[in-house]
Nanobody, 121 residues
């Protein structure tokens, strides 16, 4: 069975950093897109970052602050989050294998359960 498991969320003060991890099992995603999305209370799930074919893509709101990376040997994707702001508070989800758009949540086949990130002011 394919599983994506996120970890690394928590409570951090504004300006601090967190590193999220997403460990995949059941199949390899080395040749597929892997991405991070987030969803704040009362809001729709939004694109954060994606890595595909060695390239990286970011939402304008996190560009220059967040970095996505992957370790194909470990079948794991990471999200390094620096200079965190209160507006970054959300549940962060790992997603894998987009059949179409890398920025559209509905196009991804596999999802993790999410990990909470809370940034205090």
């Amino acid at each position: 069975q394919v599983q994506l498991v996120e970890s690394g969320g928590g409570l951090v003060q504004a300006g601090g950093s967190l590193r999220l991890s997403c460990a995949a099992s059941g199949r390899t995603f080395s040749s597929e897109a892997m991405a991070w999305f987030r969803q704040a209370p009362g809001k729709e799930r939004e694109f954060v970052a994606c890595t595909r074919w060695g390239g990286t893509y970011y939402a304008d709101s996190v560009n220059a602050r967040f970095t996505i990376s992957r370790d194909n040997a470990k079948n794991t994707v990471y999200l390094q989050m620096n200079s965190l702001k209160p507006e970054d508070t959300a549940v962060y989800y790992c997603a894998a294998l987009s059949r179409r758009s890398i920025r559209s949540a509905g196009d991804y086949e596999y999802w993790g359960q999410g990990t909470q990130v809370t940034v205090s002011s």
